[in-house]
């Protein structure tokens, strides 16, 4: 069992922001490949998904962000996985908005929520998919963008989250290169 985690906030004054487009891909996924409804366990929402040969626990970590690993170290310990099994889907300011990258291990650049869990893991060996949110130009407006909704011209949110949610499946199947030239050509 792998378990992906889909960092943002809890709340509908939350659901919107640029910051929550880890719980908005994750929402995309369960829609898309049929999970059962989310449930409470983990201080956190939970469903599954069967992807390929791979089981996903899917999280949503409703401690807020900065208290994400919270939440992954219960699912992990319960379920036994390994931070190597683990991986945080997440906003990226370092990446244009749409762009997808995918890495293993590497630093936190900042993200509060990357930062717990790298906290509460006690490693950095895990799994992240950077969702670009694109940076506002100047480090005094990060936190309002951040923490603002998508605009309504921001119309390639919504291409963005069906091909992350459709070619899911070669993420799962350990291709990471093959999803990101995918999410890349579909969310065009």
Same mark, same amino acid.
């Given at each position: 069992?792998?378990?992906?985690?889909?960092?943002g906030?809890?709340?509908?004054?939350?659901?919107?922001?640029?910051?929550?487009? !880890?719980?908005m891909? +994750?929402?995309? %996924?369960? =829609?898309?490949? &049929?999970?059962?409804?989310?449930?409470?366990?983990?201080? *956190?929402?939970?469903?599954?998904?069967?992807?390929?040969?791979?089981?996903?626990?899917?999280?949503?970590?409703?401690?807020?962000?900065?208290?994400?690993?919270?939440?992954?170290?219960?699912?992990?310990?319960?379920?036994?996985?390994?931070?190597?099994?683990?991986?945080?889907?997440?906003?990226?300011?370092?990446?244009?908005?749409?762009?997808?990258?995918?890495?293993?291990?590497?630093?936190?650049? !900042?993200?509060?929520? +990357?930062?717990? %869990?790298? =906290?509460?893991? &006690?490693?950095?060996?895990?799994?992240?998919?950077?969702? *670009?949110?694109?940076?506002?130009?100047?480090?005094?407006?990060?936190?309002?963008?951040?923490?603002?909704?998508?605009?309504?011209?921001?119309?390639?949110?919504?291409?963005?989250?069906?091909?992350?949610?459709?070619?899911?499946p070669?993420?799962?199947?350990?291709?990471?290169?093959?999803?990101?030239?995918?999410?890349?050509?579909?969310?065009?």
């Amino acid at each position: 069992m792998r378990l992906w985690v889909g960092l943002g906030n809890p709340g509908p004054e939350h659901a919107r922001q640029r910051h929550n487009i !880890g719980f908005m891909a +994750l929402d995309a %996924m369960a =829609r898309r490949h &049929g999970a059962p409804p989310w449930r409470q366990k983990f201080k *956190g929402e939970v469903s599954e998904l069967t992807l390929g040969r791979e089981r996903i626990l899917l999280l949503k970590p409703q401690t807020y962000m900065n208290a994400s690993g919270d939440a992954v170290q219960a699912a992990c310990a319960f379920h036994k996985i390994p931070p190597s099994d683990v991986t945080a889907w997440h906003d990226e300011l370092d990446l244009a908005p749409g762009k997808v990258r995918v890495k293993q291990g590497g630093g936190t650049a !900042g993200h509060n929520g +990357l930062r717990d %869990m790298q =906290r509460a893991l &006690g490693t950095a060996d895990f799994g992240r998919v950077r969702l *670009g949110i694109g940076h506002p130009g100047h480090k005094d407006r990060v936190t309002g963008h951040v923490l603002g909704n998508f605009a309504k011209d921001e119309t390639w949110v919504g291409p963005l989250l069906d091909a992350v949610a459709d070619h899911a499946p070669l993420l799962a199947e350990g291709r990471a290169e093959d999803f990101m030239t995918r999410v890349a050509e579909a969310a065009r």
